[in-house]
């Protein structure tokens, strides 16, 4: 037998796994979508937020600003001038005690060359580097001086070089001079098309300790030289004019000392042949702190600082077309480690997840519901509601497995017909076939079956019971209530003061919750939506979600009604159930030319155009349910009216509960046999 090893799965994305649940994130959405906001700022509030223990926008923001204000308090951007000063001063104050107990000739003219060196730091150094030092001391702490400018103005170019020159051996710095031509040499080959990655595998095996990030390819290489050139370009930048040509010298005279000068010239002017933005004018930084910085932590500082403006600014999202492809993966992990970028990839998957799932949809740039989603949102909403309603039901709820779809059962009989489907009437027809069989001559004809009328084979039935013969004409159904289909309409106010009190949101989900509840419930109704302010429109489903109020003066419903009268004589069998959600009484109606006509307070015409509509939908049987969302006297005078023209009832509801009580009273009214 062949034997077998199991192990961890390595072979990619686990096969076995359940698909990525982004419903939870469209639900999530949907808030800010029914209160008006398009999906792209749903989409980003939801990035912003972030999602399932996953850190959002607005947190990395955070930690960015945090990250900056420290970076800025950490220290001085002139500290290698202050540095440099420093053991300049102490290396001349050696020499001076040295030569002050000397009483010869030669020791005053030192000291008068001495005293004649320039105030600019690196002209004295110029001048001093051939100086023979009396003073041992004086003579090691100028070494130390330049040997310091050395390694900081090379650590200012290539970060980490400052620990690599440690040590004053000139093979160390023979090593710098040969992995400069190596690069440069790389570079040309590059530019010729002969550069090949196992070119570039050797430079680092025989390199790799100067760059501690570890570039994988030349171009990695190359985004780290030009990342730290720009930032040493942003560090001159930051200082006064005085100090940024003071620095500039020192930086050149210790090139110079070092015998590097040269490459490091054409090693930038290959650069920037690669990367023109080298060319480009940089802002300076200001940082706040009073520690001063070596040149090589003050570039790396201010190498971060840009980062992370940079991170801000694509964070933030604040711009046209903004995505989260604009973030850097690479300056997230640089400034917060692997788990930010782990948290930044499942906020991009949760958008990818939306448009291959089918939720979300970009058309010409700009991200669209799909009907997928509509329905979804309308599902929740309707969620919602029903967690909202006492026990989660309500009078008229008929989510019943044992009815079937014919209705409740009445309690009355009749004989099975071909085609039924009303629940068997089981003692009933057990007793038509036990009567018929002690009838006179009864056999139970028509060749019927034996059936054990107690269940299992006939051999298990109790002794002496005799068989009972079920024939056709045995059975009966039980009677059911007949479930009529409904036409129903839902008027909801579009005017701008249903945005100005909050309303608008929540009669969306409303409205998304009615049409979940037919489609899944009862699809067997006819259901129309209409929203009105100076006009009234039919309002589809699909469009509901993304459908903003109108800014607008009017509030139409004598159009309203008459589109859903429309709906009701187009559906005749159907019971009619029309309910109206407003937060004000009729202010405009729609005038012979089709124009719409406003004016406030209502002008009689309105109020009497309106009235006429009710009273023809109380002629078409159709109860009016009127749900007002605002305490106003002039509508509440309005609907009193109506109710008591029309018969329907009037609801005083709270925003954060209409769509509980509209949708209990469709399903009370619903649920009701139809008067006549």
Request: hydrophobic share 40%; proline share 5%; charged share 30%.
């Amino acid at each position: 037998m062949a034997n077998y090893r199991y192990g961890e799965y390595d072979g990619g994305p686990d096969p076995l796994a359940p698909p990525y649940d982004v419903r939870g994130a469209l639900d999530d959405m949907g808030d800010s979508i029914l209160g008006g906001g398009t999906p792209a700022d749903a989409l980003r509030d939801l990035l912003r937020r972030g999602w399932q223990g996953r850190r959002g926008l607005d947190d990395l923001l955070r930690r960015v600003r945090e990250r900056s204000r420290d970076l800025r308090g950490r220290g001085r951007l002139d500290g290698m001038l202050e540095q440099a000063r420093a053991l300049l001063d102490t290396a001349i104050g050696q020499e001076r005690a040295e030569l002050f107990p000397d009483p010869s000739d030669d020791a005053r003219l030192r000291e008068a060359d001495l005293d004649a060196l320039p105030a600019d730091t690196a002209q004295a150094i110029r001048q001093l580097a051939d100086y023979d030092w009396r003073s041992a001391a004086a003579r090691e702490t100028f070494q130390r001086l330049r040997d310091l400018l050395r390694r900081e103005v090379l650590d200012s170019q290539f970060r980490g070089m400052k620990d690599a020159l440690t040590s004053p051996d000139p093979a160390a710095m023979q090593r710098v001079k040969d992995m400069l031509a190596s690069l440069r040499a790389m570079l040309d080959a590059d530019s010729r098309g002969e550069h090949t990655q196992a070119d570039f595998d050797q430079f680092m095996a025989e390199y790799g300790e100067m760059f501690p990030d570890n570039p994988g390819n030349l171009e990695e290489l190359v985004d780290s030289l030009v990342r730290r050139m720009m930032a040493a370009e942003r560090l001159l930048a930051s200082l006064s004019d005085e100090q940024r040509q003071e620095l500039a010298d020192l930086m050149a005279q210790a090139m110079e000392d070092a015998g590097l000068a040269a490459e490091m010239a054409a090693l930038a002017d290959a650069l920037r042949a690669r990367r023109p933005e080298l060319g480009r004018p940089q802002r300076g930084v200001r940082m706040s702190g009073q520690t001063p910085l070596g040149l090589g932590d003050a570039t790396s500082a201010v190498a971060d600082l840009a980062d992370l403006a940079e991170l801000e600014n694509a964070l933030g999202q604040d711009y046209a077309g903004a995505s989260l492809d604009d973030v850097d993966e690479e300056a997230v992990r640089r400034a917060f480690g692997r788990q930010a970028v782990d948290d930044l990839e499942a906020l991009r998957r949760i958008e990818r997840e939306l448009q291959r799932q089918g939720y979300l949809t970009n058309n010409g740039g700009s991200l669209e519901l799909t009907p997928k989603a509509v329905r979804r949102l309308g599902d929740t909403a309707l969620r919602r509601v029903f967690a909202g309603l006492e026990n989660g039901r309500r009078s008229g709820d008929h989510d019943r497995h044992d009815a079937g779809q014919a209705g409740d059962i009445t309690g009355a009989t009749r004989e099975w017909e071909f085609g039924d489907e009303q629940p068997i009437d089981v003692p009933g027809t057990v007793r038509n076939a036990l009567l018929r069989s002690i009838a006179p001559g009864g056999q139970g004809g028509m060749g019927g079956r034996a059936v054990p009328p107690y269940g299992g084979s006939p051999g298990g039935r109790p002794p002496g019971a005799s068989r009972v013969r079920l024939t056709a004409r045995d059975f009966h159904v039980s009677e059911t209530e007949r479930r009529n289909s409904a036409a129903v309409c839902l008027l909801v106010d579009l005017s701008y003061s249903m945005a100005l009190r909050g309303t608008w949101a929540a009669a969306k989900q409303t409205a998304l919750a009615l049409y979940a509840l037919l489609r899944s419930k009862y699809p067997q109704d006819a259901i129309q939506v209409v929203g009105f302010s100076n006009y009234a429109r039919e309002l589809r489903e699909t469009e509901l979600a993304g459908l903003g109020w109108d800014m607008v003066q009017g509030t139409n419903l004598h159009h309203a009604l008459m589109l859903a009268g429309r709906h009701l004589d187009r559906h005749p069998e159907h019971e009619p159930v029309v309910l109206i959600v407003t937060d004000g009484e009729p202010t405009a109606h729609l005038q012979r030319d089709g124009r719409p006509w406003f004016d406030w307070p209502p002008s009689p015409e309105t109020v009497e155009l309106t009235l006429a509509e009710v009273d023809k939908m109380t002629r078409r049987h159709a109860a009016l349910n009127i749900f007002m969302l605002a305490e106003d006297d002039r509508l509440s005078a309005f609907v009193d009216n109506v109710a008591k023209r029309n018969g329907g009832r009037v609801l005083r509801a709270a925003p954060e509960h209409l769509g509980e009580y509209v949708v209990n009273d469709f399903l009370r009214t619903r649920g009701a046999r139809r008067q006549r």
